[in-house]
């Protein structure tokens, strides 16, 4: 089944949650593992990738042992144009809306266009909004943040993406972010909005997962969670937070 639909039957069903897997901060063993225990967990889908400095090793190892671990879709979470897995099932076309340099709004999306299609992978386009604190793709990826009070941002934004015919609206706090999209913004988003709403940075706990799920987001992401120790616990009830 193509990812784009299995997305579209699990949102059907409630809340999908997506753990990010970093392969550049652990072993393609460790990073299996990891995928194993978010699928055992209850997590619907991987994003592999996030950061810069994936080596094209380390990415194939990682999606190939993950990929033979466990039957949930593993995403690419590209960081650049560099590195590719033909293993992925699909990968997110990310058009960074609020960059001020144009190479991460479409300019990197043209340079591998053609090699995605001849390769025959997935795409899911998605309208990629960077929100304070924005973290480190706030500084690399030259963003105009949107401030964290400026809902009218947000919302014009979210609308550029739906106008533009993205499947996917992304509100990112950024990697690591001490809190997580401000509930009122999601909710403020969600009112206008009629494609589904993916939300990520900062959620490190079932209290935030619920507050940002009740506001409006159909898709909940966590990365750092996984990197903590008592992960397991930590993301189990994230997921019965998320899936109650
Ligand atoms: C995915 O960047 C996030 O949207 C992940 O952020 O590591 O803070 O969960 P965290």
Do not use: C
């Not at 992304?170 to 403020?188: D, H, K, S, T």
């Not at 997962?209 to 189990?236: C, F, H, K, P, S």
Request: aromatic share 6%; no cysteine.
């Amino acid at each position: 089944m193509k990812v784009n639909e299995y997305l579209k039957n699990k949102l059907s069903q409630g809340a999908v949650h997506v753990t990010l897997i970093d392969p550049t901060r652990q072993s393609p063993e460790a990073s299996a593992r990891l995928a194993e225990t978010a699928q055992e967990v209850g997590s619907d889908l991987i994003f592999i990738g996030g950061t810069p400095g994936t080596s094209q090793r380390n990415l194939m190892e990682a999606v190939d042992l993950i990929k033979k671990r466990v039957a949930i879709p593993v995403i690419f979470f590209p960081s650049g144009t560099d590195t590719i897995s033909l293993n992925l099932d699909a990968v997110l076309y990310l058009s960074l809306l609020n960059s001020r340099n144009s190479q991460y709004v479409s300019g990197a999306h043209a340079r591998v266009a053609l090699l995605l299609k001849r390769l025959e992978i997935e795409v899911i386009p998605v309208g990629y909004v960077l929100v304070e604190p924005g973290m480190k793709l706030g500084e690399v990826g030259d963003v105009d943040l949107v401030s964290r009070d400026n809902f009218w941002s947000a919302i014009g934004y979210a609308l550029a993406a739906e106008f533009m015919g993205m499947s996917y609206v992304y509100l990112e706090a950024g990697n690591g972010a001490a809190q997580p999209v401000p509930a009122g913004m999601i909710r403020a988003v969600k009112r206008e909005l009629s494609i589904p709403l993916i939300v990520g940075g900062g959620i490190r706990t079932a209290i935030d997962a619920r507050r940002v799920r009740q506001a409006g987001a159909d898709i909940v992401v966590t990365g750092t969670v996984i990197e903590n120790a008592g992960y397991r616990e930590r993301l189990r009830s994230i997921l019965s937070a998320l899936k109650e």
